[in-house]
């Protein structure tokens, strides 16, 4: 063979192997994404789950692999319920929620919590100088319902100052009605979340906020899986952990940059940038902030948060607390 047939010979071999190359990548790269339900309590536009929508505008679920599809619930134990009988591999609700469902029989557990805070807040009318859940004697409370995380925070802030549900009028508004009531001066205070508060000032209202982790401890936003999920397919649960806690790691860094992405992936909110920026700086101060390890269930918390439910007969008994989280997901043990 001559010097330039062998080099021709080689040239063809690369030649065949650069091709094979550029059918075999493209296919590589465009493998299907694996589709996945995933339940929210509420509405996906409501600016709660600002953390979910910016991990799929931004493409953090995509990055794992994965189409996220998200539907609403009827709330947070409708949502343990359905990821519980296997209709769902993943939900949304608050960190309480596992107390309440495994009472029930609910095979679930929180696999992270979205801050070390509370999701409630007891706010009040500025003119009415209320410092104190004990100023709330007798007055007009608005709560969502009398089976919502919310109103149960509210009983727990009642508790530590010694009063009781019998003590306050709270009222059962609905989702609108919780904070246009109080907007309107039909109550003097509302067991709240961020959305609700920004709402009422967006109304009008000039308000005092009181965080519920001054007095009780009730938790933030959770993800919940199911043990048969957890155990036979922690991979799935691993990456959209890492995705939606991405998500919420780009609220805290900034939230104005974070509202611009997140309107624009949410168009119901197009023009409200300032609100939503609002809304995601009351998240980090008053829920996301001072967690140690991002997504970290706090097992202390969870127990005393149990003993309240149980001393309340929210639940009939305790369960072991090991049966309610694991932080396997976001510590890697």
Request: hydrophobic content about 45%.
């Amino acid at each position: 063979m001559t010097k330039a047939s062998f080099i021709g010979k080689r040239l063809t071999c690369a030649s065949l192997m650069a091709a094979a190359l550029s059918v075999t990548l493209p296919a590589v790269a465009q493998a299907p994404l694996q589709e996945v339900t995933y339940l929210l309590p509420a509405p996906g536009t409501l600016p709660a789950f600002g953390p979910w929508m910016l991990a799929q505008a931004k493409g953090y679920y995509k990055a794992e692999g994965l189409d996220v599809k998200f539907v609403a619930a009827r709330g947070g134990v409708d949502v343990a319920k359905q990821v519980g009988a296997g209709n769902a591999v993943i939900g949304g609700a608050i960190g309480d929620t596992p107390i309440i469902a495994r009472s029930q029989g609910i095979p679930i557990k929180a696999v992270a919590v979205l801050g070390a805070g509370s999701l409630t807040q007891m706010v009040s009318h500025k003119d009415e100088r209320i410092e104190s859940p004990r100023e709330l004697k007798g007055k007009t409370v608005t709560v969502i319902s009398y089976t919502d995380t919310t109103y149960y925070a509210l009983l727990g802030m009642l508790s530590k100052v010694g009063l009781t549900k019998n003590d306050v009028n709270i009222q059962a508004a609905g989702p609108a009605g919780v904070w246009q009531q109080f907007a309107a001066k039909k109550a003097v205070a509302m067991a709240g979340v961020p959305d609700w508060t920004a709402s009422a000032m967006d109304a009008g209202a000039q308000v005092d906020i009181l965080p519920a982790d001054v007095y009780f401890k009730s938790m933030a936003q959770a993800i919940l899986a199911s043990d048969e999920t957890i155990q036979k397919n922690p991979q799935l649960i691993q990456k959209l952990v890492r995705a939606t806690l991405k998500g919420m790691k780009d609220i805290m860094a900034n939230p104005k940059e974070a509202a611009a992405a997140y309107v624009q992936h949410v168009p119901a909110h197009k023009g409200k940038e300032a609100g939503i920026q609002n809304v995601f700086e009351m998240y980090n101060k008053y829920v996301y902030s001072n967690q140690k390890v991002l997504g970290q269930m706090d097992e202390a918390r969870l127990g005393e948060l149990q003993k309240f439910y149980v001393s309340n007969a929210v639940v009939p008994k305790e369960t072991p607390l090991k049966d309610l989280y694991t932080n396997q997901f976001v510590t890697g043990k």
